[in-house]
């Protein structure tokens, strides 16, 4: 079997570190920008304009939210690969995806609680300050409240300078944080695939913390990974995401508290204006956008009703005082931070429901997919892609429901509010189905654990296609070529009679090599290659001078049973830079022609007598 010729990472590394030195570029003219605003107000008493419609100043933010949330997605994939490989070489990474402002690093200072908060912080920044960059006066809405203004405030759009130093540094220390992480970490590889990771995990020299393949574990999920060894009955569902991973729960608390405080938040303000409140007005419409009419109803229960939108003025005026901009700005910031933090988390969910999709393309119709790019799968899973639509959509809708208006201040509209409550519970329900969804099949799930996909995929094929199923009698595993599923009323797995850790198989009958017929010779053993799943090392293979011919011409005194029954577990996944392809690799293709094969990888995990111990 030829391995395989495509390597995602480079262009996976290429895509984020060039979204890297642009999000350098928009957090140093951010900065640049807001200071040439502020010294041209100071100068001349008035603000760049940009000769755009009220309308288009509410759309306007939408478009830079979907910019922001991109810049912001690159550099968050560099910090996760970063935060990812420190864990592992600690012997601390469980899952392949984690929550990676909330998982601090104990040896790698990049991704320690300092950076990390200043990383979160610098995304509350970006994502606060963009709501408030465009500021526009609308005359109407200035004679509701009884305002006074000049008739040239109203032409166009104003810069506002104060949010486009926050938003440059915001920008700027995301930044900081993920250049000083990427410099300071080494990555073997930059998937996101967790096959790709478990293989890694398992072969490359993480400063001695390799997983080891447990034995007699190939029918015992995530749910079961800290249960002791027996034979499990497969089921055909299986259990959820809630239950298998620990900080799950925690981020379904932060989604549903979005909704109930936005309804609550809404309420208040729907509430407080029928009052009568001297700074409100009471609107009938609930059009999307906010809109505002110059005549008042006077047949008003209120202090004041219109057609328009209700609206409730907080003053912090922005005419012309610094001070005013910027309490106006770190309150909307600071009433923001609760939606990012959340919609961040919402992120775990996301990633481990997309890493389970991948994982359970074992059981597909046509088994994991060798030629996998984490920036293309990235687009074209509906779960990220409609994520990335709630983030942006959500800050979006914030900006519309809390906004600056020049020389008015600080408004807050009941409607848009409701608007912005409906889309956060949205967000709410998604992770909430996502979570108790039951993946379907009779593989057991994962959802991204490394130590349980070692468990189970036994057998890594160099072309990365990998299918699972009944490989021999109450045993499971993968193969390069489609597996019989496994019987729903027998067991698999467990420690057999004779069969322990330590112990002998005195149950399997030593079967020489010769007994097989391939169908098919086998060229020289593939080289090591930087991409793609690595076989894992079982048995230095002969010298390059060497004939490798059939696996039934080679000599049956070297290539036993009895003899793979006393290898040390450990020195079949050493390093091995010169000789990475072992024996077993080298018959892969002959995996699966039987429906079972004997004498490729998948035969490691069965034979195996101890696992590693921290």
Same mark, same amino acid.
């Given at each position: 079997? &030829?391995?395989?010729?495509?390597?995602?990472?480079?262009?996976?590394?290429?895509?984020?570190? &060039?979204?890297?030195?642009?999000?350098?570029?928009?957090?140093?003219?951010?900065?640049?920008?807001?200071?040439?605003?502020?010294?041209?107000? *100071?100068?001349?008493?008035?603000?760049?304009?940009?000769?755009?419609?009220?309308?288009?100043?509410?759309?306007?933010?939408?478009?830079?939210?979907?910019?922001?949330?991109?810049?912001?997605?690159?550099?968050?994939?560099?910090?996760?690969?970063?935060?990812?490989?420190?864990?592992?070489?600690?012997?601390?990474?469980?899952?392949?995806?984690?929550?990676?402002?909330?998982?601090?690093?104990?040896?790698?200072?990049?991704?320690?609680?300092?950076?990390?908060?200043?990383?979160?912080?610098?995304?509350?920044?970006?994502?606060?300050?963009?709501?408030?960059?465009?500021?526009?006066?609308?005359?109407?809405?200035?004679?509701?409240?009884?305002?006074?203004?000049?008739?040239?405030?109203?032409?166009?759009?104003?810069?506002?300078?104060?949010?486009?130093?926050?938003?440059?540094?915001?920008?700027?220390?995301?930044?900081?944080?993920?250049?000083?992480?990427?410099?300071?970490?080494?990555?073997?590889?930059?998937?996101?695939?967790?096959?790709?990771?478990?293989?890694?995990?398992?072969?490359?020299?993480?400063?001695?913390?390799?997983?080891?393949?447990?034995?007699?574990?190939?029918?015992?999920?995530?749910?079961?990974?800290?249960?002791?060894?027996?034979?499990?009955?497969?089921?055909?569902?299986?259990?959820?995401?809630?239950?298998?991973?620990?900080? *799950?729960?925690?981020?379904?608390?932060?989604?549903?508290?979005?909704?109930?405080?936005?309804?609550?938040?809404?309420?208040?303000?729907?509430?407080?204006?029928?009052?009568?409140?001297?700074?409100?007005?009471?609107?009938?419409?609930?059009?999307?956008?906010?809109?505002?009419?110059?005549?008042?109803?006077?047949?008003?229960?209120?202090?004041?009703?219109?057609?328009?939108?209700?609206?409730?003025?907080?003053?912090?005026?922005?005419?012309?005082?610094?001070?005013?901009?910027?309490?106006?700005?770190?309150?909307?910031?600071?009433?923001?931070? *609760?939606?990012?933090?959340?919609?961040?988390?919402?992120?775990?969910?996301?990633?481990?429901?997309?890493?389970?999709?991948?994982?359970?393309?074992?059981?597909?119709?046509?088994?994991?997919?060798?030629?996998?790019?984490?920036?293309?799968?990235?687009?074209?899973?509906?779960?990220?892609?409609?994520?990335?639509?709630?983030?942006?959509?959500?800050?979006?809708?914030?900006?519309?429901?809390?906004?600056?208006?020049?020389?008015?201040?600080?408004?807050?509209?009941? &409607?848009?509010?409701?608007?912005?409550?409906?889309?956060?519970?949205?967000?709410? *329900?998604?992770?909430?189905?996502?979570?108790?969804?039951?993946?379907?099949?009779?593989?057991?799930?994962?959802?991204?654990?490394?130590?349980?996909?070692?468990?189970?995929?036994?057998?890594?094929?160099?072309?990365?296609?990998?299918?699972?199923?009944?490989?021999?009698?109450?045993?499971?595993?993968?193969?390069?070529?489609?597996?019989?599923?496994?019987?729903?009323?027998?067991?698999?797995?467990?420690?057999?009679?004779?069969?322990?850790?330590?112990?002998?198989?005195?149950?399997?009958?030593?079967?020489?090599?010769?007994?097989? &017929?391939?169908?098919?010779?086998?060229?020289?053993?593939?080289?090591?290659?930087?991409?793609?799943?690595?076989?894992?090392?079982?048995?230095?293979?002969?010298?390059?001078?060497?004939?490798?011919?059939?696996?039934?011409?080679?000599?049956?005194?070297?290539?036993?049973?009895?003899?793979?029954?006393?290898?040390?577990?450990?020195?079949?996944?050493?390093?091995?830079?010169?000789?990475?392809?072992?024996?077993?690799?080298?018959?892969?293709?002959?995996?699966?022609?039987?429906?079972?094969?004997?004498?490729?990888?998948?035969?490691?995990?069965?034979?195996?007598?101890?696992?590693?111990?921290?």
């Amino acid at each position: 079997m &030829s391995a395989q010729k495509y390597d995602d990472s480079v262009f996976t590394r290429r895509a984020c570190v &060039s979204g890297l030195v642009l999000c350098w570029f928009v957090a140093i003219g951010g900065i640049i920008g807001g200071g040439i605003c502020l010294y041209k107000e *100071v100068r001349d008493g008035d603000s760049i304009r940009i000769g755009l419609s009220n309308r288009w100043r509410e759309l306007l933010p939408l478009g830079l939210n979907i910019f922001i949330t991109l810049l912001n997605d690159s550099m968050g994939y560099i910090h996760a690969v970063t935060l990812r490989w420190s864990l592992q070489r600690e012997g601390n990474l469980d899952f392949n995806s984690n929550l990676r402002l909330l998982t601090f690093s104990k040896h790698s200072p990049p991704n320690g609680y300092i950076p990390n908060s200043f990383y979160l912080f610098g995304i509350i920044l970006a994502y606060g300050a963009t709501s408030v960059i465009f500021l526009s006066l609308n005359p109407e809405l200035a004679r509701l409240l009884g305002k006074d203004y000049e008739i040239t405030d109203t032409e166009g759009v104003h810069l506002n300078g104060i949010a486009l130093i926050i938003l440059g540094s915001g920008f700027l220390l995301q930044a900081a944080v993920t250049n000083w992480a990427l410099a300071g970490t080494k990555i073997p590889t930059w998937s996101s695939n967790p096959l790709i990771i478990a293989n890694t995990c398992m072969n490359h020299d993480t400063e001695h913390y390799q997983v080891m393949p447990r034995q007699g574990r190939c029918m015992m999920g995530v749910h079961l990974s800290d249960e002791d060894i027996k034979a499990i009955q497969p089921t055909r569902k299986q259990r959820p995401m809630i239950t298998a991973h620990p900080h *799950v729960r925690r981020v379904l608390y932060l989604l549903w508290a979005l909704p109930i405080l936005s309804g609550i938040w809404g309420g208040g303000i729907y509430g407080y204006l029928l009052r009568g409140s001297r700074n409100g007005i009471f609107g009938r419409s609930w059009a999307l956008l906010p809109e505002f009419l110059p005549h008042t109803d006077g047949n008003c229960h209120t202090k004041q009703c219109t057609d328009g939108t209700s609206v409730l003025n907080l003053g912090w005026s922005t005419s012309g005082a610094a001070a005013g901009t910027t309490g106006g700005v770190f309150l909307i910031i600071a009433i923001q931070s *609760v939606v990012t933090l959340s919609l961040h988390c919402a992120e775990l969910i996301v990633n481990l429901a997309r890493d389970e999709g991948i994982y359970r393309k074992l059981i597909g119709p046509r088994g994991t997919n060798g030629h996998y790019n984490s920036v293309v799968e990235a687009f074209t899973s509906w779960q990220t892609v409609f994520l990335f639509a709630l983030k942006a959509g959500v800050h979006w809708m914030f900006g519309l429901a809390i906004n600056l208006q020049f020389q008015l201040g600080v408004n807050m509209y009941p &409607s848009q509010i409701f608007y912005f409550a409906a889309l956060t519970l949205v967000a709410a *329900v998604f992770g909430l189905l996502l979570s108790l969804q039951r993946p379907p099949g009779y593989l057991p799930p994962t959802f991204g654990h490394i130590q349980t996909i070692a468990d189970i995929i036994d057998e890594w094929a160099d072309s990365g296609c990998m299918f699972w199923g009944v490989k021999g009698p109450n045993y499971t595993g993968t193969s390069t070529k489609r597996l019989k599923q496994p019987d729903p009323n027998a067991e698999y797995g467990g420690l057999k009679e004779g069969y322990g850790r330590g112990g002998h198989i005195d149950s399997i009958t030593e079967i020489p090599l010769e007994t097989f &017929s391939p169908v098919s010779p086998v060229g020289s053993p593939p080289t090591d290659q930087n991409f793609g799943y690595i076989s894992p090392i079982v048995r230095t293979p002969p010298s390059a001078t060497s004939t490798w011919g059939q696996p039934h011409q080679q000599p049956q005194s070297q290539f036993t049973y009895s003899q793979w029954e006393y290898q040390d577990p450990r020195q079949h996944y050493q390093h091995n830079q010169h000789h990475q392809t072992s024996y077993d690799s080298l018959n892969s293709r002959f995996s699966g022609q039987t429906g079972y094969s004997a004498y490729s990888n998948q035969s490691t995990q069965p034979f195996l007598h101890e696992y590693r111990s921290n």
